[in-house]
Every structure is written in C-alpha cells, then in structure tokens.
C-alpha cells in the first residue's frame, strides 16, 4: 500500500505547476505590448478576461502601455486642441510628461486609457535657443506641409536632441524628425500603421548636414485569418548647411524623396506577389522532381488495383 501511495504522489507531481502572479503578469505584458497598431484595447479586454484577476492586469498594463505607445508614435490630442503630442523617447521628460515643440507645451498623459489629461507651457530650460528654434520651427513648418499632403492621418515633430542651447553660428546640433500616420479601420477588419524616424545633424564647420532614415510600415488584416506585414528600410543623405528656410527646403524634399521611393517600391512588389513571391511558397515540383502525369495514372498501382477492384473497364 506504501508503494503504491508513492507512486499515486509522483503521478501528482507531473501536474503542471501553477503560474505565480509576476509570471502570469509578465505573458500579459508580452501580449499587450506587441499588439498590433491601433489594437491593444482590444487586446486589453480579452487579456483582462483571461486573468480574471485586476491587480494582475494593472501591473501588466502600468508597464506595456507606454512600451507600445512610444513603440507605436502614438499621437494624443492636447485638452485644449492646440494640437497632437507625440509620444515617443525625444519628448519623454518622464513616465507621464511629454514634450511638444511645437506648441511649446508639455502634455500629462494616461498611458492605460490613451488620452492627455493636462498641458502646461514648457519652462525655459526645456525649450532650445532662439537660433536653434529658427532652425527647428522653420523645418516643422515645411514638413507639416508635406505630411499633410501625403499622409491622410499623419503628425510630425521636430525634436532638438543635441546643441539645443546653442546662441549662434559655430555650433553643430542635432534634430529628429518624427512622422507617424494610421489608418484604423477595425470594421474592415483592417489597420495601419506607417512611421519614419530621421535624424538629422548639422556640422557647421563642415557646412554639412547628415540624414539618416529609419520607415516602418505595418499592416494588420485579420478577416477570417491573421496576416501581418512588417517591412522596414534604412538609408542615408546629405545635403549643404544653409539658411533656415533653404535648409528647410532642401530637407524635406529629401526626407519626401526616399519616402515616395519606398512607397511605391512597396506597391510594385506587392502588385507582383502573386507572379513571383506566392509562386516562390509552393514546391513547383513534387519530391520526385517529376510532375504528376494526370493525363496517364494508369501507371500506378493503386490506379490499377482501384480499377481491379471496382471492375471497371471490363
């Protein structure tokens, strides 16, 4: 009886064991924060369900949302509709405060619920100097043009991020360009996502400035089925350090260049998915290298004994 007692124990022991609360806080995190663009409420309400424990969730939520938000770009309207804040690391001032250089404010956000709660005007030391700010505010104005012609739903923002106290002529400074457009459109079954970060340095003793691009594009499509696409691109530019306006200028017609380039890069290819990518997924032949004579199956045995059996032909 004594053995068999033992042996009723170990089969107890392969039982799998149950998950603490950070290890179950920690696959929630994971879900929510690779949620696809415009998706992690939706994400959110299943996980939440799942768990049927709130402390867990909110510990999981406290640390994703504003790990996919920054991920994401995520644009939020300012209470007083002066505009959209971005979220993203170059105007994070801490975990709930964010930067907006256009308007010179800094928005409170709500990471969970996706919303901004409150503004108030920049301080002194958060804003650059007045030539960097020429520089900066001269380059925002001449891309919001070009990300609202191209982007149906686009936001940029142009960020100081080296040399932002610089008094004059004589001092390199470094800009980042941030442009984030969606298209959520969960009825169809359908979103999108397209951002492109660009750094962008100017070298005033070499009169040069140096470009540098990151796009993403994402798209979901989860109509009986789940298809993502994912597709990114790095390149590099250049061009000569001038005026604000003509630096201006000459930057965002690089910056629309590439983008258009890549664009419509993307459309050809997937115009010739079914010709050649698709095609590529399939074996052209079987493992037997040789095609199925469908004309002469006859050949087979199982052809022969099928028509043996059912005494066709006689």
Known sequence: MADGGGGGGGGGGDEPEELSDKQKAEIAKWF?????????????KDVRSILGDDKIYEMAAAEAFPLHNKAHLLALEMPDRSGDVLITTYGELDKINYFDPRTAQVATVDHVKQVCTNVRPANDDELPSPYIEDFRSTLDA????????????????????????????GADFEFVVVISAVKHSPQNFC????????????????????????????????????????????????????????????????????????????????????????????????????????????????????????????
């Open 32 to 44: 929510l924060a690779n949620a696809p663009a415009g998706e992690i409420q939706y994400v959110a």
């Open 191 to 314: 979103n999108g996502i397209w951002q492109s970060i660009w750094n962008i340095e100017f070298k005033d003793d070499l009169q040069f400035v140096e470009i540098k691009g990151k796009i993403q594009v994402g798209a979901h499509y989860f109509e009986e089925g789940n298809v993502q696409l994912d597709a990114k691109l790095e390149c590099k530019d250049s061009t000569i350090f001038q005026s604000p306006e003509d630096s201006a200028v000459s930057i965002t017609n690089i910056v629309r260049h590439h983008e258009t380039e890549y664009l419509a890069s993307l459309e050809a290819s997937y115009v010739n998915l079914p010709d050649t990518t698709f095609k590529d997924l399939r074996r052209k032949l079987p493992v037997t290298r040789t095609l199925f004579p469908w004309q002469n199956t006859m050949q087979f045995s199982l052809t022969r004994d099928i028509t043996k059996e059912m005494g066709i032909g006689k």
């Open 142 to 169: 001449e891309l919001s043009k070009y990300v609202g012609e191209t982007y149906p739903k686009g936001v940029c923002a142009v960020y100081c991020v080296s040399g932002k106290d610089a008094e004059g002529p």
